[in-house]
């Protein structure tokens, strides 16, 4: 059975930092191509950053500088690092893989930036 736990979202002031975490199972996690993506009240979800399956890494440029996407192919995990973190952040952030015909996505965590 296929499965993506995200954790590590919560409430976090203007400044602070987040580390989200996404926990695979159920599938050759190596192969797969991994990403983050979020969705924020009455907006469509949006790409934040991936890593490819060979390493390479894509930021869009609202996260540049400030988040960092990683993946650990021997704990099956991919991790996004959030520095700085702005009230236009908060969204419900999800992971994804992908590979080939096959899309998984997780649940959601949500990230909360307020005063």
């Known amino acids: 059975q296929v499965q993506l736990e995200e954790s590590g979202g919560g409430l976090v002031q203007p400044g602070g930092s987040l580390r989200l975490s996404c926990a695979a199972s159920g599938f050759t996690f190596r192969l797969y191509h991994m990403s983050w993506h979020r969705q924020a009240p009455g907006k469509e979800r949006e790409l934040v950053a991936s890593i490819s399956n060979d390493g390479g890494i894509y930021y869009t440029d609202f996260v540049k500088g400030r988040f960092t996407i990683s993946r650990d192919n021997a704990k099956n995990g991919v991790y996004l690092q959030m520095n700085n973190l702005k009230p236009d952040d908060t969204a419900v952030y999800y992971c994804?893989?992908?590979?080939?015909?096959?899309?998984?996505w997780g649940q959601g965590t949500q990230v909360t930036v307020s005063p």
């Open positions: 994804k893989a992908a590979w080939n015909m096959a899309t998984y």
